[in-house]
C-alpha cells in the first residue's frame, strides 16, 4: 500500500464548477498535510497547507482533513481553465521535516 | 522567486559516465532535498541534508550519492549514470511554514 494516495484521473469538470480532489494516507502520525500545484514542465508550486481536522479556506480553495479517517481533499470553487494541473498532496509525518507525495490528480477544466 | 537555482536545466549523457546535478539556495535553508518524478511515482525522495555534512538517504537512494560542503550548495552525484535514472530531478528546501520550496528541476536522459 502506498504511503499516499490519489486517483490519477483526468479529472475534468466544467468550468465555474466545484472541484473535489482526494487523498488518503497510511501514516496515523501524520502532523501536516500539503496541496502542491504543478503545471506541465514546471516545478510544484504549494497552494495550502492544513494541520488540524476541518476546513481551511483561501480564496477560491478550502482545504478538508479528516485525522480520523486519514483523508484530506482540495475543493476549488469556481474553476477557471487556468485551474488545470496536476494537484500534489503531501504528508510531513514529522520525520526530518521530509514530506511524501502522492502520485498526482490530472485537472482539467473545460470551457 | 529565485530561492533556489538548479544547474544545470537540460542534460543529456550517456551511460556510465558520471553526472552532478547543483542547487544552489540564496535563503540560508538548513533543510535540503534532491526528489525525483517520474510518470507514474510522482515525487520520491533520493537523498536530503539537515545541515552542513549533514546528509541522509531517501526512499530511492541507491546509485545516487550527495554532498553539501556549504549551507547554500547540495550537490546530488550520479557516480555512473544508468537509463533508469532519466528523470527529472527538483532540489527543495524546507521554510518555517512547513512546506518544501521547489527549484525549477534539471532534466536528465541517460542514453
Known amino acids: 500500500q502506498k504511503e499516499v494516495e490519489q486517483n490519477s484521473g483526468p479529472l475534468s469538470v466544467p468550468e465555474g464548477a466545484i472541484a473535489s480532489l482526494n487523498c488518503t494516507y497510511s501514516?496515523?502520525?501524520?502532523?501536516?498535510f500539503f496541496w502542491y500545484r504543478q503545471y506541465s514542465g514546471k516545478s510544484p508550486e504549494l497552494i495550502m497547507f492544513i494541520y488540524s481536522n476541518g476546513d481551511k479556506e483561501d480564496g477560491r480553495f478550502t482545504a478538508q482533513l479528516n485525522k480520523a479517517s486519514q483523508y484530506v481533499s482540495l475543493l476549488i470553487r469556481d474553476s477557471q481553465p487556468s485551474d488545470s494541473a496536476t494537484y500534489l498532496c503531501?504528508?510531513?509525518?514529522?520525520?526530518?521535516?521530509?514530506?511524501?507525495f502522492g502520485t498526482g490528480t490530472r485537472l482539467q477544466v473545460t470551457l | 522567486d529565485a530561492g533556489i537555482t538548479q544547474s544545470p536545466r537540460h542534460k543529456v549523457t550517456e551511460t556510465g559516465t558520471p553526472v552532478t546535478l547543483r542547487c544552489h539556495q540564496t535563503?540560508?535553508?538548513?533543510?535540503m532535498y534532491w526528489y525525483r518524478q517520474d510518470p507514474g511515482h510522482g515525487l520520491r525522495l533520493i537523498h536530503y541534508?539537515?545541515?552542513?555534512?549533514?546528509?541522509d538517504k531517501g526512499e530511492v537512494s541507491d546509485g545516487y550519492s550527495v554532498s553539501r560542503s556549504k549551507t547554500e550548495d547540495f550537490l546530488l552525484t550520479l557516480e555512473s549514470a544508468t537509463s533508469s535514472q532519466t528523470s527529472v530531478y527538483f532540489c527543495a528546501t524546507y521554510r518555517n511554514t512547513g512546506e518544501l520550496f521547489f527549484g525549477e528541476g534539471s532534466r536528465l536522459t541517460v542514453l
Open positions: 501514516d496515523r502520525g501524520s502532523q501536516s
Open positions: 535563503e540560508n535553508h538548513r533543510y
Open positions: 503531501a504528508v510531513n509525518t514529522g520525520t526530518a521535516s521530509k514530506l511524501t
Open positions: 541534508s539537515y545541515g552542513v555534512k549533514d546528509t
